[in-house]
């Protein structure tokens, strides 16, 4: 068994001093969770952009993503509009969140201090664009959107409503 990393340190300060740290809410957790410090009621279809109370200051070579919470997402219908939010080790200014209500019927209630998503800290690298004439050849080549199948253009009507189906994805199974 190879041995726990140790964590890396990760400045933060806080501009609403009552607001509690992001946390793991378990050991292996990859996203901390934060909270918002505005209360908002999210109409449906309604996108916002809420303060998280924190700033932080990431080593170089380091960024951090805003990704939704999958229990907001199942339960509420509430996404990220720019998910994943990018966070760049520069940033020094208080970290946001753009919620938008999917749901179509249903307003959706945020108190101060509830979760509304969870940061996860990653290296990135860095690079170095070379301008080729030509890149060298591979194995998907070109084939972009759907190319390997899955949306099929089987499509019909129920009930008044559209739908595309994913057929193909079912044959041979
Ligand atoms: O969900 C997010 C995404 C970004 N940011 C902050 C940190 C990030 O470093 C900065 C800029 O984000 P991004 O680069 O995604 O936005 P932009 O529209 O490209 O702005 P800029 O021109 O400032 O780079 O905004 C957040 O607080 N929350
Ligand atoms: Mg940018």
């Not at 410090?37 to 998280?52: F, M, Y």
């Not at 966070?87 to 970290?95: C, H, P, S």
């Not at 946001?96 to 979760?115: A, G, M, Q, T, Y």
């Not at 759907?146 to 253009?153: F, K, N, P, Q």
């Amino acid at each position: 068994m190879t041995p726990a990393q140790a964590p890396v340190d990760v400045l933060i300060k806080r501009v609403d001093p009552d607001v509690p740290l992001p946390h793991y809410a378990h050991p292996g957790d990859a996203g901390a969770d934060l909270r918002t410090t505005r209360s908002h009621v999210l109409e449906p279809g309604e996108r916002a952009v809420l303060p998280t109370g924190v700033c932080i200051a990431l080593p170089e070579g380091y960024a951090a993503f805003v990704h939704p919470r999958s229990g907001l997402a199942a339960r509420c219908g509430v996404a990220l509009v720019n998910a994943p939010g990018t966070v760049d080790a520069g940033y020094r200014g208080e970290i946001k969140v753009i919620v938008v209500n999917l749901d179509p019927r249903e307003s959706v209630r945020f108190e101060r201090f509830d979760r509304i998503a969870q940061l996860v800290v990653q290296q990135v690298e860095k690079v170095s664009f070379q301008e080729v004439a030509e890149l060298p050849d591979s194995a998907r080549a070109a084939g972009g959107f759907g190319s390997t199948g899955g949306h099929s253009a089987v499509g019909g009507t129920t009930g008044g409503n559209r739908y595309a189906s994913v057929v193909s994805d079912r044959e041979g199974q």
